[in-house]
């Protein structure tokens, strides 16, 4: 019963925010939020008479659910602000200079210590990350590369049993 409405509840996330960086009018976002802040409620109260075993099965899948919505609602308000910030050229380029006057050898200094990673990786993080920037890329371009760095990162590990937990660590990290 668990894994049939988890999967169901990944159906209908899937419906309703196909892809979270993709805008979705406010109103819409308002409608789902409020959607998921009244589902607990709904369930519960038409769960009457029913095993409390099954009740609070279904309660914490729905929950689960809900939170969900609301993160991926949350992401998504975010993912528009970051596509305002970087459709904007003057602020780019503020970034970029603020970037210029950052000490990396002491990021990397740290960087080395905290993570155990290659001396090379923060140079090449911070290489790629102003050529992107400088590139004004898309949201989804953005997201490409963060993607591509956890994967360069976590390809020590693919295909491993320790995969998830290098993965953690990363994202812990970093």
Known sequence: MCN???????ALVEILI?????PIPSALTQAIR??????????SNAMNNI???MIQTKVAAVSAFAQTL??????????????????????????LSDLNRVDFANV????????????????????????????QSTLEQWAAWL????????????????FPKAA???LLKW
């Open 147 to 162: 993607d591509n760095v956890m994967m360069q990162a976590l390809k020590p590990y693919e295909g491993r049993p320790s």
């Open 4 to 10: 049939c409405d988890h999967g169901m509840y990944q």
């Open 18 to 22: 196909p892809d979270v960086l993709r």
């Open 70 to 95: 609301r993160r991926y609602t949350s992401l998504n308000h975010l993912a528009q602000a970051a596509r305002a910030v970087l459709q904007n050229t003057s602020q780019i380029n503020q970034m």
């Open 168 to 170: 953690r660590q990363f």
């Open 34 to 43: 409020n959607f998921a802040k009244s589902l607990e409620g709904w369930l």
């Open 108 to 135: 990397q200094e740290q960087a080395s210590w905290v993570c155990q990673c290659d001396d090379n990786m923060v140079q090449r993080l911070e290489t790629d990350f102003k050529m992107t920037l400088q590139q």
């Open 51 to 53: 095993p409390q075993r």
